[in-house]
Structures are given as structure tokens and as C-alpha cells.
């Protein structure tokens, strides 16, 4: 009944959500970067959905996959002030969600190195993301820290929620939380693309 219940106020939630509000206050400073990964339902369920794969794969990938993401991430984020381009970027943000969320809905297990290698790619596919989004009025540095730093706090949440996993009521509540990240985010990239 819980889960269903998120999983409503989900749909209700991102119908009213727009892709991103905005970059925030600050004048594409630090705050603004802080903002952005938050005021985007995709950026959003695919950082806590890393934190909660890790914590569902335990140690060592409870901190690797955490630590890989923001790490691609910015690395992404340079190739996207660089002028590199990526293909499919815009898609591959809105379907991370619905990849990491199923991989957590069925509980899958990887070896640790796929499993980094996956979380990399996703974030590799933000970084660019939010490196395209950045104000280059502002200060690009100051807003990188912040959407690492956001990023950083989101794969903690998930983490925090993961932990359930040590309970066999968690392990359920994990993987319901996955599927609803998984639906969130397809009905998030439904709506992207009616647009």
C-alpha cells in the first residue's frame, strides 16, 4: 500500500515537474549548481538509484559506485565545456533512470567492475548534461562543485535507504523504491518526448 502510494504521488509529482526549474539562484554559482541535479526529476532518481544499487551490492560497491559517478561525471561535464559532443545525451539521462531503477527492482548482481562501469557511463551521460546546462555567464567552477557536491548528497540518500537492505522487509522496500524510480523516470522521458 506504501508503494503504491509513493509510486502516485510520483506520477503526480513529475506531471507538474518541469525538466529542470531552472538553474537556481546565484547566478550560475555554486547554489545554482547545487539546484540543478534536484530540480530535474531524471538527474534526480538516477543519482539516488546509484547509492541505492550500491548499498544492494554491499561493500566495496556500497562506495565505489557512488565515488565513480561524480568522478565520469565532471569528466563529462569538461567534455561538454570543451565542446565535445555525445550522442543521445538528452536520452541516455532519461532512460539512466529506468536502467539503474530496474537494476535495483531485480536486484541484479554484477561483477563490481560492470556495475562501475555502468554507473560511470550514466554519469559520464549527466556530467555532459549538466555541463551543457551550465551558465557560461557564471562561474563554471563554483556550479560544477555544486552539482558534484548535490550529487554527492543524492547517492547518500540512496545509500541511507539501501541500508534497509540488512532486513528482509528492507530488501523489499529497496526494490520497490527501484521500481518506482524505474517508473518515474519512463513516464519523466514519456513526457519529454510528448513535448
Do not use: E, K
Request: neutral net charge; contains cysteine.
Amino acid at each position: 500500500m506504501i508503494a503504491r502510494a509513493g509510486a502516485l504521488f510520483l506520477v503526480f509529482w513529475i506531471g507538474q515537474a518541469a525538466a529542470h526549474i531552472g538553474h537556481g539562484g546565484g547566478g550560475g554559482g555554486f547554489l545554482s549548481g547545487l539546484l540543478h541535479p534536484v530540480t530535474g526529476v531524471d538527474h534526480l532518481v538516477a543519482m539516488v538509484a546509484v547509492g541505492l544499487w550500491g548499498a544492494q551490492l554491499g561493500a566495496p560497491a556500497l562506495w565505489i559506485l557512488p565515488l565513480a559517478f561524480p568522478m565520469v561525471m565532471a569528466a563529462g561535464g569538461f567534455l561538454a565545456l570543451a565542446g565535445v559532443p555525445l550522442p543521445a545525451v538528452d536520452q541516455g539521462v532519461a532512460l539512466s533512470g529506468v536502467a539503474l531503477g530496474a537494476l535495483v527492482a531485480c536486484a541484479v548482481r554484477t561483477p563490481l567492475w560492470l556495475a562501475a562501469v555502468v554507473a560511470g557511463f550514466f554519469g559520464l551521460l549527466h556530467g555532459h548534461a549538466h555541463g551543457t546546462a551550465m551558465p557560461l555567464a557564471g562561474n563554471p567552477v563554483a556550479f560544477g562543485g555544486g552539482f558534484v557536491a548535490a550529487t554527492g548528497l543524492l547517492h547518500l540518500c540512496g545509500i541511507a535507504i539501501g541500508a534497509l537492505v540488512r532486513w528482509p522487509a528492507g530488501v523489499l522496500a529497496v526494490r520497490a523504491c527501484g521500481a518506482m524510480i524505474a517508473i518515474a523516470a519512463g513516464y519523466s522521458f514519456a513526457v519529454s518526448v510528448m513535448d
